[in-house]
């Protein structure tokens, strides 16, 4: 159903946690798929090995390696996932309810908490479908995630 996109920005062992934090998702069948993007560091192949991840080794800025993930994603969703800050314990709960009741539309995922925080936070992640990113410009630009989500009118949902 979904694939998760991790673009390589973050320290192995950012990604190690971040995967960790998917597998119950991944046995369930909500995540079908996990794409790491960027260039190779030392651990980042085991850790793809160990973790039946796909890589794509691609260099550039953090749209290019959202982008090259995208490229090569087979879910019917697109999750662009920031691994450097992580996923709440219950996340899983506000993504299934959009994607249930969400009519299709994009979801900009931001931290849970007031309105303040909500609106000013850097998000987490962006929920596409994948035809409907296919329709875009795709992830460019400063902070890629933000922009594409401007452009397909994503809901704001807390995490």
Request: proline fraction near 6%; charged fraction near 20%.
């Amino acid at each position: 159903m979904i694939s998760v996109i991790l673009p390589a920005v973050a320290p192995v062992h950012a990604l190690a946690q971040i995967l960790a934090q998917l597998v119950p998702a991944a046995v369930d069948g909500l995540v079908k798929e996990v794409v790491i993007a960027g260039a190779a560091e030392p651990g980042l192949d085991g850790l793809v090995e160990d973790s039946g991840a796909r890589f794509v080794a691609v260099s550039g800025d953090r749209g290019s390696l959202l982008a090259a993930g995208a490229a090569v994603a087979r879910g019917d969703w697109i999750l662009a996932l920031d691994p450097s800050r992580g996923l709440p314990e219950a996340w899983r709960g506000p993504v299934e309810a959009h994607l249930a009741g969400g009519a299709g539309a994009a979801a900009l995922l931001v931290p849970a908490g007031g309105l303040l925080a909500r609106l000013t936070a850097a998000p987490l992640g962006l929920l596409v479908r994948r035809l409907d990113y296919a329709a875009t410009d795709g992830f460019a630009g400063y902070a890629p995630e933000k922009a594409l989500a401007g452009r397909l009118k994503a809901r704001r949902v807390s995490i």
